[in-house]
């Protein structure tokens, strides 16, 4: 299993950005995905998840009406858009495998002026 995040880049508060997770190894179609952060000098915390046939959507209250998870199954991708981004959401986001078993390395999101 092998999850790639990509997209995270310093951005101005309420710029936006797409972060994407490309998935290899296992059959992505099959399986829930989610996106999970770590702030700086916090623990983890779930930011979205999404079942395999994209039905069902969740988020924390703290991203909710701001980011939008989405996938494609057909190029195995998961993406997070993030849209009126804040300070406080400056964290590294990873994807992980609906299992929790397997995550990506993470892409760092800095919200800056």
């Known amino acids: 299993v092998q999850l790639v995040e990509s997209g995270g880049e310093l951005v101005q508060p309420v710029g936006s950005l797409r972060l994407s997770c490309a998935a290899s190894g296992f059959s992505f179609s099959t399986y829930s995905m989610t996106w999970v952060l770590h702030a700086p000098g916090k623990g983890l915390d779930w930011v979205s998840s999404?079942?395999?046939?994209?039905?069902?959507?969740n988020y924390a209250d703290s991203v909710k009406g701001r980011f939008t998870i989405s996938r494609d199954n057909a190029k195995n991708r998961l993406y997070l858009q993030m849209n009126c981004l804040r300070p406080d959401d400056t964290a590294v986001y990873y994807c992980?495998?609906?299992?929790?078993?397997?995550w990506g390395n993470g892409t760092l999101v800095t919200v800056s002026s």
């Open positions: 992980a495998h609906g299992s929790g078993d397997y």
């Open positions: 999404i079942s395999s046939e994209s039905s069902v959507t």
